[in-house]
C-alpha cells in the first residue's frame, strides 16, 4: 500500500507503539487535545479485526480519553472512526471545548467562531503531559 | 434529565433493546445506512462505564457494523461518539458510498454533490432487511 500515508508515516508525534499499533499526537492548529490510535497493518474497518484484536485497539482508545480526560479536563470527548479519505484503521481521539472554533460542530463541519488565543496556548502547554500520561498508561496496558 | 432528547426518547426507529442500550435506525433523508447504538442511563462519555460496560456497547457497536456491511456492503463503515450538542453517550455506525451527498467528507461536513436517487432508493430497500439483521444478531448476542 505505498499511497497509503498511514502505511508510509507515523501519522503524527509518535507517543507509544507495540507490534499491533501506534498511538500519537496531531498537530492541529485548532485543536489541540488531538491523538490517534492507529492500526498498524492496512486494514478497513474495525470488522476486519477478531474480537482480540478489536478490544484490544478499542482498549487503547479508552485509555488515551481517560488521560485526555484527567490531564487536560476537556468538555467533551469525541471519537471517531471515519476513513474515507484514508481506509487505514484508525481512531482519532479529540478534546472538545466551548469555545473551540467548531463547537458544537464536529471538527469535520462548518466554523462557528476565532479561535481563542489564550485558550488555545494554555491547552498547548497541557500536551507534554498529556503525552507523558498516554505513554505511561499505554505501557502498563499492554506489552510487546 | 427533562431536557435530553435521548433519556425522552428512543432516539429512531427502535430495532433492538435490553436494560442498558437501545439500537435505532436513524431516518436520514441522505444517509439512508445509519444506526445509532445508545446507553441508555444519561452518562456523557464512554470512561464514564465499567469496563465491562464499554466491551458490551462496543460488541453492540461492532455488531451493528458487521450486519451493515454483511446487508447494503457500503464502501466505507463511519463510526463515531460526539454528543457535543447532546451529552448522552450513543454511537453513530453509518455506511457511505463514493456518491453520497458528502464523501469523502465526514456527513457532518460541507456537501459534496447532489443525491442519486435511484442509488438512495435502492439502499433504502434494503433497510427491512437491516433491521432484521440487526435484531437478530444483538438477540444473540445479548440477554436481559
Redesign the interface.
Known sequence: MSDCVLCAEDGGALIWRNAAMRVVLVDDAMHPAYCRVIWNAHV????DLTPAE??AM?RAV?LV??QM?AVMSPH??????????T?HLHWHIIG?WPDDVH????I???LQRDPTAANLSARRAQLPALQAAVHSALAAAFTG
Chains 1, 2 share one sequence.
Not at 478497513?44 to 470488522?47: D, H, L, R
Not at 467533551?76 to 479519505?85: E, H, T
Not at 463547537?103 to 464536529?106: K, S, V
Open positions: 478497513a474497518e474495525m470488522s478489536q478490544e478499542m479508552l480519553e481517560q480526560r467533551k470527548i469525541n471519537l471517531a472512526s471515519l476513513g474515507n479519505m481506509p472538545r463547537f458544537p460542530q464536529a469535520w463541519g462548518a
